[in-house]
C-alpha cells in the first residue's frame, strides 16, 4: 500500500508502524556532552578540568588586550576610564576591558570645515555648492553686509584634549569658527574685504580661532583659514558692482592724472634747474668782471698815487687827446710878436691832408 510501504500495517487511518520519525535534540546534546567529558581528563566536573578552563578563557582574555597603532594616529591607554598613557604606532599590549580600553585618534590627517556654503560630496564645481545665507552674510566695520564663504583647515595636537575635551570637534570648529570671522569683518570696511585685506582677514581670524580653540582645550591646531568669496549680497550686488566701476574710472583718471605730472614736472623742474645754473654762470661771471674792473682800479690809483704829477699829466694828454683827436684844429700862436711878418697860424688839417697826397 502507497501508506505503509514498510508492510505489516494498515492503511493511513490504522495503527500500523509509523513513519520516519524526526531527530531527537536532546538526544544529540547529550551524547555531545558524553564526548566533551571524555575529552577532558578526569570529566567534566573535576577541579582540574575547572582550573583548565578558567586559564584558556583567561589566556583568550589577554590576547584580547594586543591591539596595533597605525602611523598617524596616537593610542590613548585608559584604565578604568582614566588616561594614563600615549603610545607610538606600532605594536602594543594593554589590560582590554572592562579594566582597560585604547582609544587611537588621527593625528596628522588635515580636517576641513565649511563655513558659509556646503559641497556635494569632495566635488567643488559650481552646481555642486550649496550656499548657507544664515551662515556666510556678516555685517562689516563700516554697517555694510558682505557675503563670506571660508574654508578652515586643522588637525589634532592633543589627542587627549581632542578625546576628552570637546564632544564635538567639527561641531565647535565650524562654531567657533564663524564667530572667530565674524568678529573680525565686524572690524574691517567692506572695500578692504573686497579688495587687497583678504589675506589680513584670513591670518587675524585664525590666530582668533586658535585662541579660543585654546580657551576651550580642545587639542586642535588650525593650519589656515582660506577665504572662497567675498561678495555682496545678492540682491545689490549690480549696484555695488556699478560703484565699484566707478571707482575704477576714478583710479584711472588719477593715475593718468598722476603720469602726467611725473612727465611734466621733472621736464619744468629741468629746465628751471638749468635757468639757475645759467644765471648763477652769469652772476659769478658779473662778479668777477667787476672785482676784475675794482682791482684794476685800485692799481691804478695806487700808481696814481705814487706819480700823481705825472699821472695827472698823463691823464690829460690822454683825455685831449680822445677829445681833440678827431676835431679840426687850428693852432694860433699868441706870443707871436707883432712886426715880425709872420702870421701865427697853423692849419694842421690842411697840412694833414698835403702830406697825405704826397705820399701817394
Known amino acids: 500500500m502507497a501508506w505503509n510501504p514498510q508492510g505489516g500495517g494498515q492503511g493511513p487511518w490504522g ?37 583548565l578552563a578558567i586559564i584558556a578563557v583567561a589566556a583568550i582574555w589577554l590576547a584580547s588586550g594586543l591591539y596595533r597603532i597605525e602611523s598617524g594616529h596616537k593610542g590613548l591607554v585608559l584604565l578604568f576610564g582614566k588616561n594614563v598613557a600615549e603610545t ?17 585618534p588621527n593625528v596628522e590627517r588635515s580636517r576641513r570645515v565649511d563655513v558659509g556654503f556646503r559641497t556635494a560630496g569632495t566635488s567643488t564645481r559650481a552646481g555642486a555648492v550649496r550656499d ?13 553686509i558682505a557675503d563670506l564663504d571660508f574654508t578652515v583647515l586643522w588637525k589634532v595636537n592633543n589627542p587627549a584634549n581632542f578625546v576628552f575635551n570637546i564632544r564635538d570637534p567639527e561641531t565647535t570648529v565650524k562654531v567657533a569658527a564663524e564667530s572667530a570671522m565674524r568678529e573680525v569683518i565686524g572690524q574691517t570696511p567692506l572695500e578692504d574685504a573686497l579688495a587687497g585685506g583678504k589675506e589680513i582677514i584670513q591670518n587675524r581670524t585664525r590666530d582668533l580661532l586658535q585662541t579660543i580653540l585654546d580657551g576651550y582645550g580642545a587639542g586642535i591646531s588650525i593650519d589656515t583659514v582660506q577665504l572662497q568669496k567675498v561678495d555682496p549680497p545678492g540682491a545689490v550686488i549690480d549696484a555695488f558692482n556699478e560703484v565699484q566701476r566707478a571707482k575704477q574710472d ?85 706870443k707871436g710878436g707883432a712886426g715880425s711878418g ?19
Open 132 to 144: 548657507l545665507p544664515e551662515e556666510s552674510l556678516m555685517l562689516t566695520g563700516d554697517q555694510n
Open 250 to 334: 576714478k583710479e584711472r583718471k588719477l593715475n593718468e592724472a598722476e603720469a602726467y605730472r611725473n612727465k611734466i614736472v621733472p621736464t619744468a623742474r629741468g629746465e628751471a634747474a638749468q635757468i639757475t645754473q645759467n644765471a648763477t654762470a652769469y652772476k659769478e661771471k658779473v662778479t668777477k668782471e667787476a672785482e676784475g674792473e675794482a682791482q684794476r682800479f685800485l692799481a691804478i690809483y695806487e700808481s696814481f698815487k705814487a706819480t700823481e704829477d705825472v699821472a695827472r699829466q698823463r691823464l690829460y694828454l690822454e683825455t685831449m687827446e680822445e677829445v681833440l683827436g678827431g676835431a679840426s684844429k687850428v693852432i694860433i700862436d699868441s
Open 342 to 360: 709872420v702870421i701865427p697860424y697853423l692849419p694842421l688839417p690842411e697840412l694833414q691832408k698835403r702830406s697825405g697826397r704826397a705820399g701817394k
Open 15 to 51: 495503527r500500523g508502524t509509523p513513519g520516519p520519525q524526526p531527530p531527537d535534540i536532546e538526544e544529540i546534546l547529550r551524547r555531545g556532552q558524553d564526548k566533551f567529558k571524555r575529552f577532558l581528563p578526569g570529566g567534566m566536573g573535576t577541579a582540574r578540568a575547572i582550573i
Open 88 to 104: 607610538d604606532p606600532g605594536l602594543h599590549w594593554f589590560f582590554p576591558g572592562p579594566i582597560g580600553e585604547v582609544v587611537i
